[in-house]
């Protein structure tokens, strides 16, 4: 049935998703607006940092399953896996679900199948479906015709942990939601080519609800952990030390506090619902906006501490991703505090951050500099930890006794 597959979107999950395909000898032609990112697959490299992957992709461009370019081909399935972030005043930007629609339209045909896989809003797929039927009128779609359209379409969200998608991507169990019967059993006939996890038919607006509803629940539980933080620097109790304490009771299990949450999902997600359902969606709503306060507590510690020392301040930061041991900035906390500190302490800032090679231009325009980590610790009076890097939990930090330490990633007080 699924002889050719086209993945719209070749970033974080798109290209694990089309190199998964293509290792099981389907034919995947991956398409992104990206030209080095079609170069660099094109040359069986990759763009992105993810464990596995780049064997993987070497593998399936050099044996001829995968190929990747700039404008969509014929298919039998389309995926779509592309940003869907938000705009100013929180309002979702489905901007590139909408360019993807117009791009895959001219080359669509009788019983292919399209699914996004982007974590939209409710009701995007069907948006999708009209734009579809409203360029190719000469084909019907399930809003039209339902289980006898020529093009189904369905939801079929991702749930991955960068750093581990690959293997995720093939264990966990997926949602499917089919605008019909049919484009449900055609979607899990499709990811049954490579998911060893459970597919779970549901139906469209509910599959779209259920990823937002995950992403939400993360970000409720981050922002406890997060406020308790400030509670507890309020109240002077180590909050790592309180934490440890109360998860021993059977039925509690508190997170680790950070610099805030970042990531295109959970920093994203839940302003979708919020936007939706803006009077029941308050809990919700709290939640986001004490994981974004964390980041203007953060500033404030630090500006503190650099007013307390004593001569000219120079300050490292640990850490640039959203979160450890992988190069994904985008919405990082540990980013939007970079940015402020380059301001405020302007030509007195270094940052340690092991998963890129060059920081965003916006630091380097600042005067940012990026440094090795022992080159940093020995250059810094004050030293913020703000990412939990692999790498940063071997600091001996009773090496540096003369350097002010504002551990906002739990690095030191869970070495204890």
């Known amino acids: 049935m699924f002889n050719t597959i086209s993945m ?31 170069d660099t697959i094109n040359q069986g490299k990759i763009h992105i940092v993810e464990p596995d992957l780049d064997m993987l992709v070497q593998a399936a461009v050099a044996s001829g399953y995968l190929r990747a370019t700039t404008v969509p081909e014929p298919a039998d399935a389309f995926l779509i896996a592309v940003p869907t972030p938000f705009t100013d005043g929180h309002k979702p930007d489905l901007s590139c679900v909408r360019a993807a629609a117009q791009a895959i339209a001219p080359v669509l045909r009788k019983d292919n199948l399209v699914i996004l896989e982007s974590t939209s809003p409710v009701g995007t797929t069907e948006k999708l479906a009209r734009w579809l039927a409203e360029a190719r009128p000469d084909l019907t779609f399930p809003q039209q015709a339902g289980e006898a359209a020529d093009v189904q379409i369905a939801y079929c969200p991702e749930r991955v942990l960068p750093g581990r998608v690959v293997h995720e991507l093939v264990d966990n169990d997926r949602v499917i939601g089919g605008m019909t019967r049919a484009a449900t059993f055609m979607a899990a006939t499709l990811y049954k080519i490579f998911v060893r996890g459970d597919l779970i038919a549901t139906n469209v607006r509910t599959a779209e609800m259920c ?149 965003p231009e916006s630091l380097r325009e600042k005067g940012v500099a990026k440094m090795e980590l022992k080159e940093s610790l020995e250059w810094a009076t004050v030293v913020v930890t703000l990412v939990g890097h692999r790498q940063f939990k071997s600091i001996c930090f009773d090496h540096y006794d003369d350097t002010c330490i504002v551990d906002v990633a739990g690095i030191r007080k869970n070495q204890a």
């Open 8 to 38: 719209i979107g070749l970033g974080y999950i798109g290209l694990p998703t089309a190199t998964l395909f293509a290792s099981r000898r389907k034919k995947v032609i991956g398409v992104d607006v990206n030209q080095h990112a079609v």
């Open 211 to 359: 990823k937002l509803a995950e992403n939400s629940f993360r970000d409720v539980n981050i922002a406890f952990a997060n406020e308790l933080s400030m509670i507890c620097d309020r109240l002077d109790i180590d909050v790592h030390e309180l934490i440890r304490l109360a998860n021993r009771h059977p039925r509690v299990n508190i997170l680790q506090p950070g610099a805030g949450v970042g990531g295109h999902c959970i920093a994203v997600d839940p302003w979708f619902i919020v936007d939706q359902t803006p009077e029941e969606a308050r809990l919700i709503r709290t939640a986001r906006e004490v994981n974004d306060r964390k980041i203007a507590w953060v500033l404030e510690k630090v500006g503190q501490v650099a007013a307390a020392g004593p001569g000219s301040v120079k300050i490292a930061c640990l850490g640039l991703a959203y979160k450890a041991d992988v190069d994904d900035l985008r919405e990082s906390p540990a980013l939007s505090i970079v940015q402020a500190l380059a301001d405020s302490f302007p030509g007195c800032l270094a940052v340690v951050e092991p998963h890129i090679d060059i920081l």
